[in-house]
């Protein structure tokens, strides 16, 4: 009997199986390539709120969990996921710099808030305010580090590439069986296909689209992340990627018009020189009402638990997340109640 069934290979379930791996359980993957988000994402890890200045939830706890816990497969692997490289706010206004450093001078903030406000940056970009730089931030390579993750555990033969049939679960009183394999628990780690889920798609979650552009400009020689109305990340060859939007209406798994030339309307308004695009992508953030997470076991069936609901913000949350899963799970440990799914249980089933 395998001691896991994990369902889902993004994000989530990467840092899942990892933690299995620590304590050494059996388990067998199974991930039908339908979502895209883990794929998709920024990889930007930024324990900073742009928009207000403020620290994102636990964001400097979970970024001294994350940072060691990718640089492992860098090692694993030998690849080069893990980048640091300081992100420059540009400010809009008087207000904005007085603001910031109001938030530079709270102790939680300190060290990633820089005081010293940086006044031009880029020929290319205009800007009447300066900019605040944020540092100890960068972004994970989510792309290498799936692709080398998923072959791994498929030479292993941990990993299947197909759908897994919510309706040929059986679920027995201490194990569950799924195509004649026995296992004692089951992880939902579906990302935003949850919402075909049986047994979790009563809980909360929305999903937000998000859709980034890639452009190539000769002239634009820019070596610093920029926020400004867009987020600006040079990728090295003259390549930028340029993003994200939010959409909370459109679940379509394809990219759209709408959000090109929304995110055209935008670049145009910050940088002066020429550019061609050259490519889009498109994914569904699993977001959820209270914008935690949503961890735990299933209400009413022992052996069935989720781990989803990381919103826009999955690199820094996945590593702290699953360990508090597994410790769930094996260590018989409590959830934060932040992130554990019962603060949605009563409304549903009436039960705690
Ligand atoms: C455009 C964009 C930019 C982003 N940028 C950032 C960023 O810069 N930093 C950051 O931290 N986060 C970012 N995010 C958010 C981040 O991508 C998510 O928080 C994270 O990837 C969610 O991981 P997940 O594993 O829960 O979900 P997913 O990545 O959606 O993974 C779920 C997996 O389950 C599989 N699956 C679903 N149903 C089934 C089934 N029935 N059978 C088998 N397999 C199934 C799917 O194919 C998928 O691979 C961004 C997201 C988007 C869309």
């Known amino acids: 009997m395998l001691d896991f069934i994990i369902v889902g290979l993004g994000l989530s379930g990467l840092a899942v199986t990892s933690r299995l791996e620590e304590r050494n359980k059996s388990y067998r993957v199974y991930e039908n390539l339908s979502q895209k988000s883990s794929l998709v994402a920024g990889g930007i890890f930024n324990p900073v709120i742009l928009k207000r200045f403020t620290l994102a939830w636990n964001a400097d706890e979970q970024l001294k969990m994350a940072i060691p816990f990718y640089q492992q497969f860098e090692k694993k692997y030998n690849v080069s996921i893990v980048h640091f490289w300081d992100i420059y706010r540009r400010f809009y206004s008087a207000e904005e710099q007085n603001n910031w450093f109001d938030a530079a001078d709270k102790p939680r903030l300190v060290r990633f808030l820089d005081t010293q406000l940086v006044k031009n940056i880029n020929s290319h970009i205009d800007a009447d305010f300066s900019y605040g730089r944020v540092s100890t931030t960068g972004n994970i390579d989510t792309e290498i580090l799936l692709d080398a993750y998923r072959n791994d555990l498929k030479e292993r033969a941990l990993l299947e590439y197909e759908e ?79 993003g994200a939007t939010y959409n ?105």
């Open 248 to 352: 909370n209406t459109d679940k379509s798994p394809e990219p759209t018009e709408e959000a090109r030339k929304k995110l055209i309307s935008e670049i145009d308004k910050v940088i002066t020189c020429k550019y061609e695009v050259i490519d889009q992508i498109a994914g569904i953030r699993p977001s959820t009402a209270d914008r935690k997470p949503l961890v735990g076991r299933h209400p009413k069936l022992a052996n069935i638990y989720c781990c989803n609901g990381f919103g826009s913000r999955g690199v820094l949350i996945a590593p702290s997340v699953s360990k508090e899963l597994i410790e769930m799970i094996e260590d018989n440990k409590e959830l934060s109640p932040e992130i554990d799914l019962k603060r949605f249980t009563r409304k549903h089933f009436n039960a705690d």
């Open 164 to 242: 897994f049939d919510y309706d040929l679960l059986k679920i027995e009183a201490d194990h569950v069986s799924y195509k004649g394999e026995k296992a004692k628990n089951v992880i939902f780690c579906d990302g935003f296909g949850l919402k075909k889920n049986p047994y979790f798609n009563y809980l909360p979650l929305y999903g937000n689209k998000g859709e980034y552009i890639t452009i190539f400009s000769e002239e634009l020689k820019l070596d610093k992340a920029v926020k400004s109305s867009v987020f600006i990340m040079p990728m090295g060859n003259d390549l930028y990627k340029v």
